[in-house]
C-alpha cells in the first residue's frame, strides 16, 4: 500500500498515537490495548481508543462492558471515549480520528489480525507502535525468518520491511521517529528450550531494525474473567481479594507502562494514585 501523507492531521495532532498492530491474532493484543489504555486514564490523562476490527470488536465491546458496569454499580472509574470503525472509507478514518484525537492527550488503536489498509494507514503514522508477539516461531515469522538449523535471523518478513519503510519515509516527511517497541506477550512462567531460542533471535532481529523488545502481560485465567465486566487488574477496589498471582499480574501491567516510556504531557506528573474519572 503507497504511504499517503495528505492526512497531516493524523501526524501533527497534539494526541500521541499508539497503535496496537500484528497481522496475526491470539496474541494478547486487545487485551494489552485495553489494559494500557485504562492506566493511562488511571494516570489521570484524557485517553481515546479507536477499535478498528468492527468484525471482531473486543476492545469496544470491554469499554462497553466496562461502561456497563460503572451504571450498574454506580461506581466511578477511569473510563477512555472509545468508538469503533465499521466504515470503507479512509476519509472518513482521518475524520473519525480528528474528532477522537481533540483534546485527549493518547490516542490509541487496536487493529485486526490481519492485513487490513486501515490498520497500515494508523501504523505508518503512529508516534508508538505495539507490535504483541508471543514467544513462539510462528509468531516470530511475522517481522523476520530464520534458519531452521541455527535459529539465527536470515531475512526481514513483510511486516518488518513494511515498517522499516514507513519509519524511513515518516521520518524524511516530518522528521518524526516511529518508535516500535515489540511486546513479549502471553508468556508462559517456565522458561522453556525454544523460549530463549526465540528470545535470542528478536535480540539480533532488533539490533537490525531498531525496535525495542520489552516484557508483556503473562498467560493468565484472570484477564479472559474479567472482560464481562469490562475491568482491569486496576481496578483492585472492585475485584475482592486479590490472590497472589492476580497482584504479580497488576506489577506486570506497571513494568509494561514503564517500559513503553511513553511522553508525558507537559507539566503532568501522573501516578496510579487515586482514581480519576475521565470525563
Do not use: C
Not at 484524557?46 to 469496544?60: E, G, N, S
Not at 511486516?159 to 524511513?168: H, S
Not at 482491569?232 to 486479590?242: E, P, S, V
Amino acid at each position: 500500500m503507497p504511504l499517503e501523507w495528505g492526512a497531516k492531521q493524523m501526524v501533527d495532532s497534539k494526541a500521541h498515537h499508539i497503535v496496537f498492530a500484528n497481522e496475526k491474532g491470539g496474541t494478547g493484543k486487545s487485551t494489552t490495548a485495553v489494559h494500557v489504555a485504562v492506566a493511562l486514564a488511571y494516570q489521570g490523562h484524557k485517553v481515546a481508543v479507536i477499535d478498528l476490527d468492527p468484525r471482531q470488536r473486543t476492545l469496544y465491546r470491554y469499554l462497553e462492558n466496562r461502561a456497563a458496569t460503572m451504571s450498574r454499580l454506580n461506581i466511578d472509574i477511569p473510563q477512555p471515549y472509545f468508538e469503533v470503525f465499521d466504515q470503507d472509507n479512509l476519509a472518513r478514518l482521518e475524520q473519525l480520528v480528528e474528532r477522537m484525537g481533540h483534546g485527549v492527550d493518547y490516542l490509541l488503536f487496536d487493529t485486526p489480525g490481519r492485513d487490513d489498509k486501515f490498520a497500515r494507514f494508523v501504523a505508518t503514522r503512529a508516534n508508538t507502535l505495539v507490535t504483541p508477539i508471543n514467544d513462539s516461531f510462528v509468531d516470530f515469522d511475522l517481522i523476520g525468518q530464520v534458519d531452521p538449523e541455527t535459529f539465527k535471523v536470515r531475512k526481514l518478513s513483510f511486516y518488518a520491511e513494511l515498517i522499516w519503510e514507513a519509519r524511513k519515509a515518516r521520518a524524511k516527511a516530518d522528521g518524526t521517529t516511529i518508535d516500535w517497541v515489540v511486546l513479549r506477550n502471553r508468556t508462559q512462567h517456565v522458561e522453556a528450550h525454544n523460549m530463549q531460542r526465540v528470545i535470542s533471535a528478536l535480540t539480533e532481529l532488533s539490533q537490525r531494525v531498531g525496535f525495542r523488545v520489552i516484557p508483556g502481560l503473562s498467560e493468565r485465567v484472570i484477564y479472559r474473567e474479567l472482560f464481562p465486566a469490562g475491568l482491569t487488574m486496576l481496578d483492585k477496589q472492585h475485584l475482592g481479594r486479590l490472590a497472589t498471582s492476580h497482584i504479580a499480574a497488576r506489577q506486570e501491567l506497571r513494568e509494561l507502562i514503564k517500559h513503553l516510556a511513553l511522553p508525558q504531557p507537559e507539566g503532568e506528573r501522573p501516578s496510579f494514585g487515586k482514581p480519576q474519572l475521565v470525563a
